[in-house]
């Protein structure tokens, strides 16, 4: 379970922000990784050396490997990795294509390579995905993914039936299954919805009024699977308005994912409860990369350009953090 959401401020600001929904407790960090050899989980043997450096959510799984949810690199791409339960299957038959990657590699791979969605396209083009085991989860994991540039234009790349498919990302979101085309051809069953108040009706001789404000969006599907997030997600982000900044951005789309967001203890699978363990906001034009965990509200910012590109190590910042709650009129303690 995941949603994602693009969108491009009225200052042309563009933004690629997505929740991370899982059961699995992921031990995700903030992670910047330079421009020097990055260790992939599948490697035929061609030059692995980054081109880009860039910043994103990740796992640690060794002293040099890692596993990335999401990111934006130097030039302004920003990639996120979405559950695709189902329906991903890979072109693992292909043996005579360019690059070969693991699912989970695909997010750090395009974004060490690619500047924009034109390069992705031609580079997934040449990729073959294996169904490599993601060893701390013990499964191939099924993904597909959102690519956005500093241009706007945004992508979803899926593998179905053993086929890649790119799909033009037109309505700036994504969640889970089914495939992109299925979600927006869905759309056209919520055509009635808007933000405006419903009028009141004369039936015979009794006049029916709208039990308050908020009628326009009565039929709004507010579950948590990935259908219903994805109409819900589509209906509130058409409706913004005055979003011409970036910290406008930043904050409708914040509130915004809120409306997406899964509680602990309200979507239980067979061993746990999935939950939105944290919320990013991708800033392509500014490279800045704002976050917030289920654990921390506080919004958080990490300034991609403000790093070392050529540095020898990367950098992780702990997401290990409780509420960080401003107290506007405690008493001040003194010592006895």
């Known amino acids: 379970m995941c949603t994602s959401i693009t969108m491009t401020t ?38 692995r050396q980054n081109e880009y450096a860039f910043v994103g959510m990740a796992r640690q799984i060794s002293n ?11 030039r302004g791409l920003s990639c996120a990795t979405l559950y695709f339960s189902d329906y991903a299957e890979y072109n693992s038959q292909d043996e005579h294509k360019k690059y070969s990657l693991a699912p989970h590699d695909v997010v750090p791979f395009l974004l060490s390579t690619c500047a924009s969605v034109e390069e992705v396209a031609r580079t997934m083009e040449n990729a073959q995905v ?9 499964i191939v994991l099924p993904l597909h993914w959102v690519v956005t540039d500093a241009s706007g234009k945004s992508i979803v790349i899926e593998y179905t039936n053993q086929t890649l498919a790119i799909h033009d990302n037109t309505v700036g979101i994504m969640t889970n299954s089914p495939e992109y085309t299925w979600h927006t051809t869905n759309l056209r069953n919520y055509i009635g919805l808007a933000p405006s108040q419903k009028t009141e009706l004369q039936l015979e001789n009794m006049v029916m009024k709208p039990f308050g404000e908020g009628g326009g969006s ?97 950098k992780i910042w702990s997401s290990n953090e409780t509420e960080d709650i401003l107290y506007r009129n405690r008493k001040q303690e003194f010592l006895s």
């Open 130 to 138: 294996e169904n490599t085991v993601l060893d701390f989860l013990g």
């Open 218 to 314: 009565f039929g709004l599907p507010g579950d948590f699977t990935s259908p219903s997030r994805f109409v819900r997600a589509a209906f509130l982000k058409s409706c913004l308005q005055d979003i011409k900044t970036e910290m406008d951005g930043i904050t409708a789309v914040f509130h915004l994912l809120s409306n997406v967001s899964v509680p602990k203890g309200v979507v239980k699978t067979s061993k746990a409860f999935d939950y939105t363990q944290y919320t990013a906001i991708m800033v392509n034009s500014s490279l800045k990369y704002y976050y917030k965990t289920y654990d921390n509200q506080r919004i958080r910012c990490i300034q991609l350009d403000n790093e070392d590109f050529d540095a020898t190590n990367g």
């Open 64 to 74: 040099e490997q890692f596993v990335f949810a999401d990111g934006l690199n130097e």
């Open 10 to 47: 009225e200052d042309q600001t563009v933004l690629l922000a997505r929740t991370m929904d899982f059961a699995v407790i992921l031990e995700t960090e903030p992670t910047f990784i330079p421009r020097k050899k990055f260790v992939f989980d599948h490697d035929n043997g061609y030059n």
